[in-house]
């Protein structure tokens, strides 16, 4: 499929970054974990194991763990080095077997959608629609629940505003979705038609309603969260103008309040990072830089632990495949790493299925 300038943008830092691609950290035998240097049984640096591929390459992904399985819904698909379209594929990866089963494709093909398993049931918010033979950025005010039963997607009520590129948690009774992205102007079809945004929308799925909450203190995109002891915590993502941020804020929805805490290590931030909780800390994974004043980037192989007791950051072992766009998924006392791409921008979408466990 050959691709018209609606994706220009990332294209074009594709094909500059060329052979630079993703910085690289020490690789695992596929038989075995990766230690961090000195690390110990139950060192919270962690250990690393490659795991059963998904059956196809995608990166801008948001998945989800919904009964017992990893649910992986939409996102941007690719081959050869080279994105080659919007998927609107629906899998569920069992990380027990390593199967995947293909579920109800999506209505239509969409990327960067939300997935979130609230109360049991799994939901699916925002993202960018598309149109055909093209990979547009159509900010879409999609909400859909999932019927594991019947196997099949309904629309529920439409976000107020479309969104993208956010960070979204299931938080006491609703779902909330903070920051990303939103149409600067009329225009709604092309990645500069948006801009940084710090709105805070909430959905109530008992109600099928939607309403506002407070905003965050940064505006920023693709950024990643994780709750911790009913604390939502948003770190690193990057702003339109200024780059990677090493911005750190948390939400108290009860107090309906935000507040810093410790940033990540300076230089750690970036877009397209992945977060999840484990063992009462928050580990990110990954994302991509491009620096200030250049087109050439790449991706981080670093992995970050945050203390919330200490209110402190520590290296962990690093990620076997750097990626960007991935998802990063607890589940059963460890976290997996999903998809992705190896390289900055469109390049080389990944399929790659790596778990990290701190019980070594």
Known sequence: MTLPHLFSRRSAMAIAAGAAGAACCSRP???????????????????????????FAVQEIYPAAHAGRIHIA??????????????????????????????????????????VDHAGRLYLLGGFSTQPGAVAWIMAVETMVYDDAGNVWSRLD???EPH????????AGRIHIVGGRSPRGAANAAYGDHADTARHLVFDPAGNVWSRAAPALTARNSAAGALIDGLWHVAGGRTVGGGPTDAHE?????????????????GSGAGGNAAAALGGAIYVFGGEYFPQGGSVGGVHAEV???????????????????????????LDGSIYT??????????????AIERFTTDC
């Open 29 to 55: 035998s596929p038989q075995g974990p990766s230690r961090h240097a000195g690390a110990d049984p139950g060192d919270p640096s962690g250990c690393w194991t490659r795991r059963p591929e998904l059956p």
């Open 74 to 115: 939409g996102g941007l698909l690719g081959e050869n080095g080279r994105v080659t379209g919007v998927s609107d594929r629906h899998v569920a990866h069992d990380p027990s077997t390593g199967a995947t089963a293909a579920l109800a494709a999506l209505p239509a093909p969409l990327h960067h959608p939300q997935l």
């Open 158 to 160: 439409a976000a107020p």
């Open 164 to 171: 993208a590129e956010a960070v979204s948690a299931s938080i």
């Open 250 to 266: 948390v939400y108290d929805a009860g107090e309906d309040r935000w507040r810093t805490a410790a940033p990540m290590p300076e």
């Open 304 to 330: 970050w632990r945050y203390d919330p007791r200490a209110d402190a950051w520590a290296p962990a072992s690093p990620m076997p495949t750097p990626r960007h766009g991935l998802g990063a998924v607890a």
């Open 338 to 351: 999903v998809g992705g791409a190896t390289r900055p921008s469109g390049a080389d979408t990944s399929a």
